[in-house]
């Protein structure tokens, strides 16, 4: 009778794993993934999502403002210190850039950002996805996730021989 809980337990355990890895592994699919496991990733993206239509504009009181305010900061120059106070999309395109791959065509966002001691400054800025993900994305059970689901499988299998 013991064993009989001790491989339900762990054969449920197995399967909750399994379940866990794989929704972590299709975070993409599932949104609502990210707003549990990266929520200042899910209000970046969401943020992005926003300025990409034309005339769009993000002040400091909306979701996403800070993360989207703190990844273009990083355009600017290390020794100068900006207050960004809004952001206003002017138009999106893809233009040529130069990587140590060669050429290659690249999705940019034009936008004006809004300073709060100077005039507002426009310009194109590529890669703000790839930056977001790298600045946002860094939850460690997104990193775990294969290792959860073959942790999942594996306690399934034992389960089956208990």
């Given amino acids: 009778m013991i064993r009989f809980k001790v491989k339900h337990y762990v054969g449920v355990l197995g399967v909750c794993l399994i379940i866990v890895g794989w929704v972590l592994g299709n975070a993409d699919r599932h949104p ?4 549990i496991v990266a ?10 999502k926003r300025i990409q239509e ?9 979701d996403g403002f800070r ?6 900061k990083g355009y600017f120059e290390a020794t ?8 206003k999309t002017l138009s999106q395109g893809v233009d040529v850039v130069e990587t140590p791959e060669g050429a290659q065509w690249d999705p940019y966002l034009e936008l004006e950002v809004s300073l709060s001691n100077e005039p507002p400054l426009s310009a194109k800025f590529f890669g703000l996805k790839s930056k977001i993900e790298k600045a946002y994305l860094t939850s460690k059970f997104l990193a775990w ?7 999942g499988i594996a306690l399934s299998l034992i389960a089956l021989f208990l």
């Fill in 67 to 72: 993360e989207i305010s703190e990844i273009l």
């Fill in 32 to 35: 609502w993934v990210y707003r």
């Fill in 39 to 48: 929520p200042k990733y899910a209000t970046a993206v969401s943020a992005l």
């Fill in 80 to 87: 100068i210190s900006r207050e960004i106070t809004g952001i």
């Fill in 54 to 62: 034309k005339n769009a504009v993000l002040k400091q009181k909306d």
């Fill in 145 to 151: 996730k294969d290792g959860i689901f073959w942790s």
